[in-house]
């Protein structure tokens, strides 16, 4: 969800909302870190409002992974995992 401010149009945020409370956010050299995620095969979905992930790569823990589109499938052995993402283009 897009939050903006009434009176100041640089200051603006975003909301998400889970029914698992699993989420992480990258700084800007698309590095993330997954704390507590829970062990096993889950979902992950990669999505920013300006940003387009089709040609994106993953990596976690230093291995590639498989993706379709925003969403990819992750098998965690930890609970801590290492995220990386690059190849992400500014939609125009």
Known sequence: MHIKCN????ERGYLAVTDHGNIAVTDEGGYARLLHWPIGRQRLVIQHPDYDFHD???WADGEKLEKKG??????????DIDLRITGVKRNE
């Open 7 to 10: 009176i100041h149009d640089d």
């Open 56 to 58: 994106a790569e993953v």
């Open 70 to 79: 925003a969403a990819l499938f992750l098998d965690i052995r930890d609970a």
